[in-house]
């Protein structure tokens, strides 16, 4: 090959480089918002929110102070904050875990995430969705809602160092109709559990499951 045609070789496969790379954005202050259908590298802020559009596909997302949303059918890496909640809309896939301090977890239907879901203080909550991890919280209330498949358990943890502080309530747990829980469920503080009677779930440790066969578990 001529030195001229290598030289444009190599600056079409540079320019080509260029087009496909996947953006990083990173930031100290401030929000993340990317764009539908777009796709990034790791979104990170300290002071800030993201939010991840509707069809579009990053690598993992991060922050710090604020709360991380995802829009319908988008693809994301692993997802995790220490004070805000994570909120995913319908048929969102998550090639990682979902993790947040203090703030709520929400997957809505059609959720797919390749690892497990954790939070110290806030609810986590999935409906029709598919885990491949398990779930672990501290005080936080659990809601395994219709048509979901955990495959990793449940665990309620006790409170140890920094976080040695007794909820001022039982920790509510509920496996709605048609769940699934694979493997243990275990309590190791006291919660209230509800498990519809059409759901399946592995062995429970340190709490009676109360049965119930309406679309929602009991008030208390």
């Given at each position: 090959?001529?030195?001229?045609?290598?030289?444009?070789?190599?600056?079409?496969?540079?320019?080509?480089?260029?087009?496909?790379?996947?953006?990083d954005?990173?930031?100290?202050?401030?929000?993340?918002?990317?764009?539908?259908?777009?796709?990034y590298g790791?979104?990170e802020?300290?002071?800030g929110?993201?939010?991840?559009?509707?069809?579009?596909t990053?690598?993992?997302?991060?922050?710090?102070?604020?709360g991380?949303?995802?829009?319908?059918?988008?693809?994301?890496?692993k997802?995790?904050?220490?004070?805000?909640g994570?909120?995913?809309?319908?048929?969102?896939?998550?090639?990682?875990?979902?993790?947040?301090?203090?703030?709520?977890?929400?997957?809505d239907r059609?959720g797919?995430?390749?690892?497990?879901v954790?939070t110290?203080?806030?609810?986590?909550?999935?409906?029709?969705?598919?885990?491949?991890g398990?779930?672990?919280?501290?005080?936080?209330?659990v809601?395994?809602?219709?048509?979901?498949?955990?495959?990793?358990g449940l665990?309620?943890?006790?409170?140890?160092?920094?976080?040695?502080?007794?909820?001022?309530?039982?920790?509510?747990?509920?496996i709605g109709?048609n769940?699934?829980?694979?493997?243990?469920l275990?309590?190791?503080?006291a919660?209230?559990?509800?498990?519809?009677?059409?759901?399946?779930i592995?062995?429970?440790?340190?709490?009676t499951?109360q049965?119930?066969?309406?679309?929602?578990a009991?008030?208390?």
């Amino acid at each position: 090959m001529s030195p001229i045609r290598t030289a444009l070789f190599i600056a079409l496969a540079l320019s080509a480089g260029n087009v496909f790379a996947a953006e990083d954005i990173s930031k100290v202050n401030g929000g993340i918002h990317t764009e539908s259908g777009q796709t990034y590298g790791d979104l990170e802020t300290v002071n800030g929110s993201i939010h991840i559009a509707s069809g579009a596909t990053t690598d993992s997302a991060g922050t710090v102070n604020g709360g991380i949303s995802v829009g319908g059918k988008a693809v994301t890496g692993k997802l995790e904050t220490v004070n805000g909640g994570i909120k995913l809309e319908r048929d969102v896939t998550v090639n990682g875990g979902i993790e947040t301090v203090n703030g709520s977890i929400f997957v809505d239907r059609g959720g797919k995430v390749k690892d497990g879901v954790e939070t110290v203080n806030g609810a986590i909550g999935l409906v029709a969705t598919q885990l491949g991890g398990g779930i672990e919280t501290v005080r936080g209330d659990v809601t395994v809602g219709v048509d979901s498949h955990v495959a990793g358990g449940l665990r309620v943890q006790k409170s140890h160092g920094v976080f040695n502080i007794e909820p001022k309530r039982d920790p509510r747990i509920v496996i709605g109709p048609n769940a699934v829980v694979e493997g243990p469920l275990v309590f190791e503080r006291a919660v209230k559990l509800y498990v519809h009677k059409t759901a399946r779930i592995g062995a429970v440790t340190g709490a009676t499951a109360q049965s119930f066969d309406t679309p929602t578990a009991p008030a208390e």
